[in-house]
């Protein structure tokens, strides 16, 4: 029997992660827009508040993502997944199973690994044959108009501080009704 080792929690430790879970039977839920727009829907809402979003690529039947948490990781994942399962269930009516049980994680240790998933995120859709080059999926950060929360700053290398990476701008699909409930919104994608 191999063992898994315990995981650290993440509070308030600043440590960033890559994170991958997939939908349930590998199932291509993400090819529909609704779909898809729900999730960056849910995605945003919590950010800022349970993580910081430093880069993402959410693919038909998974999703791939770059955070720091601002309390535990398990937390911040359950937000994302149970989010968007239960705003599926109240906004599209469905009760399908959607994720698989939970997710996999990697601790981001410097900037060298930090890069190397910032490449892989943005080079999964080119792989796959959705895409030529990264900047034309529009469900990846590689993608003109995304806001992103900069690379911490322990994760830095001298050499690119102050230099931004990903892009600087918000395509936000959400905002809160006057009842607290998230609705989509459309905004205009610009870039500074």
Known sequence: MVLKPAREHATNNAQTYFVTSDTWQRRALFRTETWARLFFKILLYYRGESYLLHEFVLMPDHFHLLITPMGALERSVQLIKGGFSHQVKKEL?????????????????????????????HLNPVKKHLCAIPAEYQYSSAYPGWKLDPIPQGLKPEATEGVACGTDESVPFQSKDNNGDMTTTATSRHRK
Request: charged fraction near 40%; proline fraction near 0%.
């Open 93 to 121: 009516g469905s009760n399908a199973e959607i994720w698989r049980r939970g997710f996999a994680d990697h601790r981001i240790r410097d900037f060298e690994d930090y890069d190397k998933h910032l490449h892989y995120i």
